[in-house]
């Protein structure tokens, strides 16, 4: 089955008892047992429950994996990845990542015994040179980048990854799995803030996490339970039900996110664009290499002019809001700097190239033509 329709057939039968064509949203919290062995499919919610499990089932089916986690948010899929570690070992990761991300590596897990080094992950020999330290048992990339939409070869990665002796987590939130499946490219663990493009309408926080290995699958879901963060029946039902329109949204929203950075690339006022479509992007050629079909809602670019200008232009536009957040029908604008990666340490930002100046658009569902003239009277 092509992509669209596992995203539509694949776990999400009808239901058995009613023939309804949408399955229920189970909200029970425990489930009555035959016998004391509790050898039943379901015991307690947190463990697993029908409604998450029919979720996990489509998006495993779309990534290329075997299994697939569904957590409270992406935020708790990560750290739950992170629980794979012990005091002493170290986890290479990029530079172009997430401030929240970001946020746990630097800020909470190396008090608990965590070394953290930080790369460029599109400069393969550095991660080579960082990879030697043997005690680095995670190799965390984000592919595209956000907010500089860098682009990381993750074959590449896998393969330096695994001769290290260290597994290769893929942050594939930006690119989804309608675009990229980083299992088929040799990454051990994809990770996804369902909040953006998956829910994809402003309304849900949920996270997930899918694996090939069946081993490791279990690993992360013992370490689930453990820790308890899972995702709600509600969110997964809109999660699901997310996953049948992803491939048509995330289509459209690319086409709109490459006219538009073509747009920008050409008008007076603006340096630079970064977005991975267009040719002269350093990553255009592995990017269409491990994308098919677009290269994402998600696009940045400075201007040539001061912060305030930048701050001027990002709360004068009507259409695109002023909110962090990317991959819904809204299209949404912000100043990473003090927004979304606002959490980093303003040098550590700037010497990874997040200039305080950077506008970052998360392009909707709105008309091109709308969103091109809402952007060029707040440019004017
Ligand atoms: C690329 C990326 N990864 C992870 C996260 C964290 O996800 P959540 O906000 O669902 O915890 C975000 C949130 O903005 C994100 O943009």
Excluded at 21 to 35: E, G, K, L, M, R
Excluded at 42 to 58: I, K, L, Q, V, W
Excluded at 264 to 278: C, D, E, F, I, N
Aim: glycine share 10%.
């Amino acid at each position: 089955m092509q992509f669209r329709t596992r995203a539509i057939h694949v776990g999400q039968d009808r239901d058995p008892a009613t023939g309804a064509i949408v399955p229920p949203i189970h909200v029970a919290s425990t489930f009555v047992q035959p016998d004391a062995s509790m050898t039943a499919a379901y015991d307690y919610a947190r463990t697993a429950s029908p409604t998450r499990g029919g979720f996990e089932a489509t998006l495993a089916a779309l990534d290329s994996g075997t299994r697939a986690l569904a957590f409270a948010s992406g935020m708790a899929a990560t750290h739950c990845v992170t629980q794979l570690l012990a005091p002493g070992d170290r986890i290479v990761t990029g530079t172009d990542i997430y401030g929240g991300t970001w946020r746990l590596f630097n800020k909470l897990l190396t008090g608990h015994g965590i070394t953290i080094t930080a790369v460029d992950t599109t400069d393969i020999d550095a991660v080579r040179q960082a990879l030697s330290h043997g005690s680095t048992k995670l190799l965390w990339i984000e592919s595209p980048g956000n907010p500089l939409l860098s682009i990381t070869d993750i074959a590449a990665c896998a393969e330096i990854a695994h001769a290290g002796g260290a597994l290769l987590a893929c942050d594939a939130t930006v690119a989804t799995p309608a675009l990229s499946r980083p299992l088929d490219h040799g990454a051990d663990i994809v990770m996804h803030s369902a909040t953006k493009s998956i829910g994809g309408h402003s309304d849900l926080l949920g996270g997930a996490l899918v694996t090939r290995d069946a081993e490791l699958g279990t690993r992360l879901h013992w370490l689930q339970n453990a820790t308890g963060g899972v995702m709600g029946p509600f969110e997964a039902f809109l999660c699901s039900r997310g996953l049948k329109t992803l491939e048509l949204r995330v289509r459209a929203q690319s086409a709109t996110a490459l006219g538009l950075a073509e747009w920008l690339l050409a008008h007076p006022r603006v340096k630079t664009v970064h977005y991975p479509g267009l040719a002269s992007h350093p990553g255009h050629a592995v990017a269409r290499r491990q994308m098919t079909g677009g290269f994402g809602s998600l696009l940045s670019f400075e201007l040539d002019g001061d912060v305030a200008t930048a701050r001027r232009v990002v709360e004068s536009t009507r259409l695109f809001q002023l909110a962090v957040s990317l991959g819904a029908v809204e299209s949404l604008i912000e100043l990473p700097a003090v927004m979304s990666h606002g959490s980093y340490e303003p040098a550590a930002r700037r010497a990874v190239g997040i200039a305080d100046g950077l506008i970052r658009l998360a392009v909707g569902l709105e008309a091109f033509e709308d969103l091109r003239d809402d952007l060029a009277a707040a440019l004017a």
